[in-house]
C-alpha cells in the first residue's frame, strides 16, 4: 500500500507541477509582453516566438540531463581507469581490440543483425498482408501483437521455460524437450549448445518485434492506392505477383524504417541475453558486457565506458538515417 501511495501521489504531483508550469510559464510571458498598447503587435510576434520553447523546454533540459551528460561523462570516462582518476588515453579503446570476450560479442551482435531484423520484417509482413485478407483478423493481429505487451526480461523468463532441460528419464516440463522427446530423441541442454543457442535467443526478440513490424507494415498495405491493385489484377497478375511486385516496392520505404527500428533493438539488447545465458556459452552481446563491466566484481567504469560508446557508434547513424527516412515518407 505505501508503494502504491508513493506512486500516486508521484503522478497526481507531477500532473500538477506539468499543470503549474505551463499556466504559471504563459501567464508570465503574457505579463512581460502584453497584448495590448502601441506595442502589442511586437509583443505578440515575440510572446510567439518564446511560447514554443515553453512547452518543448522541459523536454530539452531532460535531453541535456539524462542524455548529453551521460554521453560527455562516458567519453571522459572511457579515456581513465577503472576507478575513473588516473588518465589512460585509448588504452581502454586499445583493450577492447585485443579482448576476446569484446570480439565474440561484435560477431554475435553482427549475427543477430543479419537475422533479427531480416525475420521479424518478413514474418510481420507477412502477419499483416495474410490478417488482412482473412475475416478474423483483428483477432489474430491481437494475438501476434501481444508479446509487444511483455517485457523483454519476461519474455526471457517465458522462453527460457521452453527452453527447459530435465536429465533423460526425467518428465520435460520444457516445451521444445517435450517434442524432442516425443520424436524418440534425447533431451537436450539448447542453451549451452555452441553457436546455435543464440538463434534460440533470437527466437524470443523475433517473436516480440514481428508485432510491432506486423501494426507498421498492415497500415502501410491499407494505404496503397486500390486503382493500382485493381490495374494488375485486370493485367492478369495473379495474388503473388501483386504482393510482391505491386504492394511491396510501394511500401518499401516502410519496410526500411521497420527494418532499422529493429536493427537499433537489436544492438541494444541485453535483457534477453542477460535473462537466459548470461552472455555464457558463447552468447556474449556488446550490452551484457558493458555491464559485466561496469556493475560485476570490481567495476571497471572506464573499459564499461568504452564498450558504452561502441554500441553508441554503431547506433547513431542508423537512428539518423531512419529518422530522415521517416520523415521522407511523412512528406
Not at 38 to 56: D, Q
Not at 183 to 193: D, F, M
Not at 228 to 257: C, Y
Request: proline share 4%; aromatic share 14%; glycine share 8%.
Amino acid at each position: 500500500m505505501e508503494q502504491l501511495a508513493f506512486a500516486t501521489g508521484t503522478i497526481v504531483a507531477g500532473v500538477f507541477a506539468c499543470v503549474a508550469w505551463f499556466w504559471g510559464s504563459n501567464w508570465l510571458l503574457d505579463a512581460v509582453f502584453p497584448a495590448r498598447g502601441a506595442r502589442a503587435g511586437a509583443n505578440i510576434l515575440r510572446a510567439n516566438m518564446i511560447r514554443p520553447w515553453l512547452f518543448i523546454g522541459p523536454a530539452v533540459g531532460f535531453l541535456a540531463v539524462y542524455l548529453v551528460y551521460p554521453v560527455i561523462n562516458s567519453v571522459w570516462r572511457s579515456l581513465h581507469d577503472a576507478g575513473g582518476r588516473d588518465w589512460v588515453g585509448l588504452e581502454n579503446y586499445a583493450w577492447l581490440v585485443r579482448d576476446a570476450k569484446f570480439r565474440e560479442a561484435i560477431w554475435n551482435n553482427m549475427l543477430w543483425l543479419a537475422v533479427v531484423p531480416a525475420l521479424a520484417t518478413l514474418f510481420g509482413l507477412l502477419a499483416a498482408q495474410i490478417t488482412d485478407r482473412i475475416r478474423w483478423g483483428n483477432v489474430a493481429k491481437s494475438f501476434i501483437f501481444m508479446p509487444m505487451a511483455i517485457s523483454f526480461v519476461g519474455a526471457g523468463v517465458i522462453w527460457k521455460f521452453i527452453y527447459d532441460y530435465r536429465p533423460e528419464g526425467q518428465a520435460q516440463i520444457g516445451l521444445l524437450n517435450a517434442i524432442w522427446t516425443g520424436l524418440g530423441q534425447a533431451p537436450e541442454t539448447w542453451l549451452t549448445l555452441p553457436f546455435w543457442n543464440n538463434f534460440f535467443l533470437m527466437a524470443v526478440l523475433i517473436w516480440i518485434q514481428t508485432g510491432f513490424a506486423m501494426v507498421i507494415l498492415s497500415a502501410a498495405l491499407r494505404g496503397i492506392p486500390e486503382e493500382t491493385i485493381e490495374a494488375a489484377i485486370l493485367d492478369g497478375a495473379n495474388p503473388w505477383q501483386v504482393f510482391f511486385r505491386i504492394k511491396v516496392p510501394q511500401i518499401w520505404g516502410t519496410i526500411a524504417v521497420v527494418w532499422t527500428t529493429i536493427t537499433i533493438v537489436v544492438l541494444k539488447v541485453f535483457d534477453i541475453v542477460f535473462v537466459m545465458t548470461n552472455g555464457q556459452w558463447g552468447t556474449q552481446v556488446l550490452a551484457n558486457l558493458m555491464y559485466d563491466w561496469m556493475f560485476r566484481g570490481a567495476p571497471d567504469y572506464g573499459r564499461g565506458s568504452a564498450i558504452a560508446l561502441v554500441i553508441m557508434a554503431l547506433v547513431t547513424p542508423i537512428m539518423v538515417w531512419n529518422i530522415r527516412n521517416a520523415r521522407k515518407e511523412m512528406r
